[in-house]
């Protein structure tokens, strides 16, 4: 998957990579198996840009629940990991990273999601594949061993 894209399964591995400040927002429901993934950019869309919703927190974590219901997901049962919100580039004044993981963290708490477990920050970029079948996230970055959330 890339930048702006979000898929739902129910089986096989979800994956994207290249998580620079860019946050992956990894779902899944433990009593259908149903697992979701969906690679941000922004934490939300300015007023004039509001064309593909799913590059932003904002608008298309609710995309992908209701996605995730659609595909027969119990939201009650769902939970979340956080991949990614990292500084690659070195400090930024706008700290994109940091913004995208406080606006995901807020729009799935505001969606009752609780997010079980996180790998974000840091100057570090990670790839992320979510295996639908028990729900294990795993978690790849150069120099790092591979974490599994």
Same mark, same amino acid.
């Given at each position: 998957?890339?930048?702006?894209?979000?898929?739902?399964?129910?089986?096989?591995?979800?994956?994207?990579?290249?998580?620079?400040?860019?946050? +992956?927002?990894?779902?899944?429901?433990?009593?259908?198996?149903?697992?979701? $993934?969906?690679? *941000?950019?922004?934490?939300?869309?300015?007023?004039?840009?509001?064309?593909?919703?799913?590059? !932003?927190?904002?608008?298309?974590?609710?995309? $992908?629940?209701?996605?995730?219901? !659609?595909?027969?997901?119990? /939201?009650?049962?769902?939970?979340?990991?956080?991949?990614?919100? #990292?500084?690659?580039?070195?400090?930024?004044?706008?700290?994109?990273?940091?913004?995208? &993981?406080?606006? +995901?963290?807020?729009? $799935? !708490? #505001?969606?009752? *999601? &609780?997010?079980?477990?996180?790998? %974000?920050?840091?100057? *570090?970029?990670?790839?992320?594949?979510?295996? &639908?079948?028990?729900?294990?996230?795993? &978690?790849?970055?150069?120099?790092? +061993?591979?974490? %599994? /959330?």
């Amino acid at each position: 998957m890339g930048i702006g894209e979000l898929a739902v399964a129910k089986s096989g591995l979800l994956a994207t990579h290249a998580l620079g400040s860019c946050v +992956a927002v990894c779902l899944w429901d433990v009593s259908s198996c149903v697992g979701g $993934l969906i690679h *941000i950019m922004l934490p939300a869309p300015s007023s004039r840009r509001k064309e593909r919703p799913a590059l !932003y927190a904002t608008t298309g974590i609710p995309m $992908l629940l209701n996605e995730m219901r !659609y595909a027969g997901a119990n /939201l009650q049962c769902t939970t979340a990991r956080l991949v990614g919100g #990292s500084s690659v580039a070195g400090t930024s004044m706008f700290a994109v990273g940091r913004r995208n &993981v406080m606006k +995901a963290r807020q729009t $799935l !708490y #505001s969606q009752r *999601i &609780v997010v079980s477990a996180e790998d %974000v920050g840091g100057r *570090i970029p990670r790839s992320v594949r979510l295996r &639908v079948a028990d729900g294990q996230v795993l &978690v790849t970055s150069p120099d790092r +061993a591979q974490l %599994v /959330l």
